[in-house]
């Protein structure tokens, strides 16, 4: 009995890892830059495309396609905040969700074109597919491996943004634009590199992800409320309040469709509910 409830929390850990990576980069656009970005998941899902293509077609290895992933999203972001999303950045939020709607709607409807409406599917490698027997637990390496890939990239986002020269001008920027534009800070470019950042880590999460969250064209929509609950707990901009709310939200709904298959729902929503009550500004939020 211990040991399978060790299994399935151990599950729910790697599950709200690959959530975490995914939605750190709305965290950045929506805590940061005061961006309602609810097309974020658009970005996981062609991530998660781009990266059964170059693995499929291109005979790139799993590991040497996350990397590739994670420069072509970023770019992708980077042009687009450039040519779109810029326009609607100092619009009403009403207009920012209708508009980031739209995209995602429009994202479904491209891959469900190019890849069909089917689930696909992803030969993991050797090294990642086999278990780990630690006593009577059984632990898989590729769940491992995606607890690893978190805590590494909890730490070298809290490093940038917390002790680096970009870190500093992203912060004075969100704070006030004006004085940091007048004291030298370009602040559109500053803009346009988190954003960038944030897109690359939804697409790579999106190709993490793909053996734990499935994909399929309907992934923006099947995950959306999944990624606000974990930057809206974790509270906007914060990257340990995300990791932290992430990985709960991960281990709530593995124990649930484990243990009350028929409420696993409820005990997420209900969760979010009843700790937003209690702190309404999320775990490391800032009262704005």
Do not use: C
């Not at 950042?197 to 499935?214: F, H, T, Y």
């Not at 906007?236 to 709530?252: N, Q, R, T």
């Not at 298959?261 to 005990?267: E, I, K, N, V, Y």
């Not at 309404?280 to 939020?285: E, S």
Request: hydrophobic content about 55%.
């Amino acid at each position: 009995m211990v040991a399978a409830l060790l299994s399935v929390l151990f599950d729910g850990v790697a599950y709200g890892s690959v959530l975490f990576v995914i939605s750190v980069g709305m965290s950045v656009t929506m805590g940061l830059m005061n961006f309602i970005n609810l097309a974020h998941g658009a970005f996981a899902m062609f991530g998660g495309y781009l990266a059964i293509a170059l693995m499929t077609r291109g005979g790139l290895p799993f590991a040497a396609a996350l990397p590739v992933v994670l420069v072509v999203l970023g770019a992708a972001g980077a042009v687009l905040e450039r040519l779109l999303y810029r326009r609607v950045a100092r619009t009403r939020p009403l207009d920012q969700v209708l508009f980031t709607i739209g995209l995602s709607y429009i994202a479904t409807a491209a891959a469900t074109y190019a890849w069909g409406p089917s689930q696909q599917r992803v030969a993991l490698p050797a090294a990642l597919a086999g278990q780990l027997h630690l006593g009577a637990v059984d632990l898989g390496v590729y769940r491992l491996f995606l607890i690893a890939v978190v805590i590494a990239i909890t730490a070298a986002l809290h490093a940038v943004v917390r002790r680096t020269r970009f870190g500093a001008q992203l912060r004075a920027s969100v704070d006030h634009p004006q004085a940091a534009a007048g004291v030298g800070i370009p602040v559109d470019r500053v803009f346009t590199a988190s954003f960038a950042l944030g897109s690359g880590l939804a697409g790579l999460g999106g190709a993490l992800g793909i053996d734990v969250l499935g994909l399929d064209p309907n992934f923006p929509f099947k995950y959306m409320v999944y990624f606000l609950i974990v930057v809206v707990v974790g509270g906007e901009g914060s990257i340990l309040g995300s990791a932290v709310a992430a990985i709960a939200l991960g281990v709530i709904d593995v124990v649930g469709k484990y243990y009350v298959p028929g409420a696993g729902s409820l005990l997420i929503y209900g969760s979010m509910v009843g700790f937003l009550l209690v702190v309404p500004h999320g775990l490391f939020g800032v009262r704005r």
